[in-house]
Structures are given as C-alpha cells and as structure tokens.
C-alpha cells in the first residue's frame, strides 16, 4: 500500500519562503510522476504543481508559477517543493499525490497533509 508523510509546513511571514517534503513508501517511487495538491478553507482542491517520474518535466498552476519549485529525489523517495514569495493567499493545508499500479490496478494515495499559513 502507497504510503505519502508530507512535512515541513508552518507559520510564515509575506515574502517568506518554506520547504516542504513529502516521503513516499509501498510503491516504486522512480516509476511515477508526484503532485502537490492545496486546500484552502472554504475551498476546493486544487492542483499546484506535477513532476514526472524522472523528474525531467515539471508543471506548474498560474498562481504560483515563478514562485514555487517542485523537484525529487528518487534515491531518497522523497518528492519536495520549495516556496518563496508566499502570499497570505498561499495559507491551505498542503497535499502531496501519486498514482500508481499495484495487482493489476492503478491506485491513487494522498499524504495527510501540511499546514501552511502565511500571516504577518
């Protein structure tokens, strides 16, 4: 079973930056391509940024393009993205996401989540 521990999340000030990480287990990490997902109070998921399974490729959502970086370490099964610039409306708990096959099945598997609050 695909196992997602995301960390790294906090409290930040505007323009600051956090690091966060998500380790992945039960699954071959450097088979797939990793996601990082966001939700804010009140609102939807929404999809924040994908890297490929060998980390050649990276997309990014609008809103946080030129900011974020979403990079991996397969040696480490360990995906991260780097946030600068954070804006108070970058405040969500933060989510990291795969889908993989296993059995004959593809499977999806979501972390537990980061908080992370950007206030003054």
């Known amino acids: 079973q695909g196992q997602l521990v995301e960390s790294g999340g906090g409290l930040v000030q505007p323009g600051g930056s956090l690091r966060l990480s998500c380790a992945a287990s039960g699954f071959t990490f450097n088979n797939y391509p990793m996601s990082w997902y966001r939700q804010a109070p009140g609102k939807e998921r929404e999809l924040v940024a994908t890297?490929?399974?060998?980390?050649?490729?990276?997309n990014y959502a609008d809103f946080v393009k030129g900011r974020f970086t979403i990079s991996r370490d397969n040696a480490k099964n360990t995906v991260y993205r780097q946030m600068n610039s954070l804006k108070p409306e970058d405040t969500a708990v933060y989510y990291c996401?795969?889908?993989?096959?296993?059995?004959?099945?593809?499977?999806?598997?979501w972390g537990q989540g980061t908080q992370v609050t950007v206030s003054s």
């Open positions: 996401n795969t889908y993989y096959r296993s059995g004959g099945r593809w499977l999806t598997s």
């Open positions: 890297i490929t399974s060998d980390g050649g490729n990276t």
